[in-house]
Nanobody, 124 residues
Framework: QVQLVDSGGGLVQAGGSLRLSCAASGRTSSFLTMGWFRQAPGKEREFVAAVSWSAGNTVYADSVKGRFTIFRDNVKNTVYLQMNSLKSEDTAVYYC?????????????????WGQGTQVTVSS
């Protein structure tokens, strides 16, 4: 059984940095892509970034390009999201996700497994 455990969220001032982690266990060999999504109160869950599990290719939402970096450690079965130059609008619950298929990368319903979420709050 696959399990994803998110961690690393917290309270940070605008302009600061945080690193989120997502530890995966179980049949990680079936993963094609891992990604990070976020959901702010009253808003839909939105795509943040994704990385291919084998090759490490990355994709980012326009809103985080140049500020966030996604990378994975296949030995530790962990995916990270390094977030720099944080803004108040980055405040949300962040979820990691994994998928086995090749559907649309930025659509939440295309992902098979989800972490429990970690709260990121950026104060202005």
């Amino acid at each position: 059984q696959v399990q994803l455990v998110d961690s690393g969220g917290g309270l940070v001032q605008a302009g600061g940095s945080l690193r989120l982690s997502c530890a995966a266990s179980g049949r990680t060999s079936s993963f094609l892509t891992m990604g990070w999504f976020r959901q702010a109160p009253g808003k839909e869950r939105e795509f943040v970034a994704a990385v291919s599990w084998s090759a490490g290719n990355t994709v980012y939402a326009d809103s985080v390009k140049g500020r966030f970096t996604i990378f994975r450690d296949n030995v530790k079965n962990t995916v990270y999201l390094q977030m720099n130059s944080l803004k108040s609008e980055d405040t949300a619950v962040y979820y990691c996700a994994a998928r086995r298929g090749i559907g649309a990368l930025m659509i939440p319903s295309e992902y098979d497994y989800w972490g429990q979420g970690t709260q990121v709050t950026v104060s202005s």
